[in-house]
């Protein structure tokens, strides 16, 4: 429903769910997992979203109660901005974020395009530095996102994608001073055809 590809997304649930920036909530009926939405702080920013919650049960209040939630844990991590990740598209789920003060600003397009291999390198890889330089090199990434907005930290992002094997950070800028610092992970994993016993 609404272009979500399960196996790939509960992969990547997986990745969130280690990430020590993460909470998870969830809701429950009778014992049963009924809907649920991730939370994630970068310092002075932090969101949450995409938010689920089980068809048979829209309209039921269990989307509210999540985003009530939700909006709990941005507060007590004292988060100046505080946004979410939701469907664009959707007028029936900005209607829902707009009764908790949500209003649809920036509306970020999140793409995706085939590498071939080919492209031209434009920067290096912080997998690649020493242990001494990494911290040296976040630290010159946390600077540029600071600029961009104060207190806006992803040093949890950048933990995320290289302690758990997720992707590479891409360093851009001179050697010992990145000007950015784009995560790159790959799409789901190619499906392979199970074998079949000889």
Avoid: K
């Avoid at 649930?13 to 993460?22: D, G, K, Y």
């Avoid at 997992?33 to 048979?56: E, I, Q």
């Amino acid at each position: 429903m609404l272009g979500v590809a399960l196996p790939g997304d509960t992969r990547l649930l997986a990745t969130r769910l280690r990430a020590p920036h993460v909470v998870a909530l969830a809701a429950f009926a009778n014992g049963e997992l009924v809907g649920s939405t991730l939370a994630a702080s970068w310092g002075s920013v932090a969101y949450f979203g995409p938010l689920s919650v089980a068809p048979r049960l829209w309209g039921a209040g269990i989307g509210g109660r999540l985003v009530a939630a939700a909006v709990d844990v941005l507060d007590g991590w004292g988060a100046a901005h505080q946004g979410l990740f939701t469907f664009a598209q959707s007028p029936r789920h900005h209607r829902l974020y707009e009764r908790f003060g949500f209003w649809p600003r920036f509306l970020t397009a999140i793409m995706s395009r085939p590498v071939s291999g080919a492209e031209p390198a434009l920067g290096w890889r912080l997998s690649a530095s020493t242990p001494g330089e990494r911290a040296a090199l976040v630290a010159g990434c946390v600077a540029v996102t600071t600029a961009v907005h104060p207190g806006l930290d992803v040093r949890g992002e950048i933990a995320a994608v290289l302690d758990q094997g997720l992707g590479e950070v891409l360093l851009i800028g001179e050697p010992t001073r990145p000007a950015g610092s784009p995560c790159a992970t790959p799409g789901p994993a190619p499906r392979r055809a199970a074998a079949s016993p000889t």
